[in-house]
């Protein structure tokens, strides 16, 4: 039987959230490795739609300690940032562990820490640091499944490019960013149709002061950035790069909200029908903390915390969710200074020597 691993610290996730820690971490010499269940580092990116590119430009888009190496105003495409975190990784020399996705978290039965099994393996630790994200698991509203098995659907998550498609009408249902972008790209090659009410549009370009307003001023310690935390929660974030305008140039027919089905074809509010080849959800993505075995640990969400420290767990860290600790806290260039508070209140701490 092959022993248990014993580490520090163990990441959770080495997407950007995951990596920004590890680099708090290894400047700090801290003992720890990082898990992901994906078998190449920046997998979550390649694995996006083909035409996908960053909001937010090169020059606030990385990581602590390592540029994008772009020029300041480029949107990065999804391989660009996939081919950025890889150089991360590889850069900083962070220990990751690919190929292990961990199945069950839980409390040691002595001497504290915790108990990860990942993978077959059981690895221990003093400290956990959860960075698997907020786009866990697909959401679909109730009556997906009442859609007619001769059409076409996928979640946002599986669209790539209209090439999937078969021919003739497509569905696009959730108008937030990803329904918006994809829309858009779907629309010089078919009939497109965008269902779900508008969210509506940041005024300009994310960068700049804009976004230092994101980081610092709409955060959870301010009246304004808890507000916007709490109205926003659940719901489609405002448009960034696309405008109304843009869609309509492009043809694509805006229509309200998916409410049903009927005769297996999407039915809208107002009562209309839609009889189309293929419906893409862009309906987000719900949390999955269900292999956390933890007291009082919400397994449909994120347990409660201030900025990314566990209430009632001690040694339990949460990064890379949205408002974690600001507006910015799910972007690349705002995981960075959550990841260095979290490592430094991992610091205050001092544990994880006495329960090896």
């Known amino acids: 039987m092959m022993s248990d691993e014993r580490f520090d610290t163990v990441v959770i996730g080495g997407g950007q959230a995951g990596l920004a820690a ?3 971490l290894k400047r700090r010499g801290r003992d720890f490795v990082i898990l992901d269940a994906a078998h190449s580092v920046g997998q979550s990116w390649r ?8 909001f937010t430009p090169a020059h606030f888009t990385h990581l602590p300690g390592l540029p994008f190496p772009a020029p300041r105003r480029h949107l990065p495409s999804k391989d660009e940032m996939a081919g950025y975190l890889e ?8 220990p990751l562990r690919l190929g292990r996705r961990v199945d069950r978290l839980r409390r040691a ?8 099994s990942s993978t077959g393996r059981i690895v221990r630790a003093g400290n956990v640091i959860v960075a698997t994200g907020p786009a866990m698991t697909p959401r ?5 499944g009442q859609v007619d098995p001769a059409t076409v659907t996928l979640h946002s998550s599986d669209y790539r490019n209209p090439g999937q498609l078969p021919n003739g009408p497509v569905l696009v249902v959730g108008a937030g960013n990803s329904g918006a972008e994809i829309a858009l790209d779907l629309a010089p090659a078919r009939r497109t149709l965008l269902a779900g009410r508008s969210t509506g549009r940041f005024p300009i370009g994310i960068g700049g002061p804009v976004y230092r307003v994101m980081n610092r001023v709409l955060s959870t310690d301010t009246a304004w950035g808890r507000k ?10 405002p448009l960034v790069r696309v405008r109304e305008e843009d869609l309509a140039r492009a043809g694509v027919e805006r229509l309200p909200r998916v409410t049903g089905t009927s005769d297996g074809c999407p039915a809208l509010e107002d009562g209309r029908v839609c009889d189309v080849a293929a419906v893409i959800w862009c309906t987000g993505y719900v949390p999955d903390y269900s292999w956390i075995e933890l007291p009082r640990f919400p397994a449909a969400g994120p347990p409660d915390h201030h900025r990314g420290v566990v209430s009632g767990q ?10 974690l600790s600001s507006m910015a806290s799910s972007l690349v260039g705002g995981v960075g200074r959550d990841a260095r508070h979290i490592v430094s209140q991992l610091d205050a701490r001092r544990a994880g020597s006495g329960w090896r």
């Open 47 to 54: 694995s996006r739609w083909d035409s996908l590119r960053l």
């Open 87 to 94: 150089a991360y990784a590889t850069r900083f020399e962070l």
């Open 140 to 144: 679909l509203p109730g009556f997906a």
């Open 228 to 237: 916007i935390a709490a109205k926003g929660s659940g719901k489609g974030t």
């Open 22 to 24: 590890g680099y708090h």
């Open 109 to 116: 039965s002595d001497r504290g820490g915790y108990v990860i």
């Open 314 to 323: 001690p040694g339990m860290y949460l990064i890379g969710l949205p408002f």
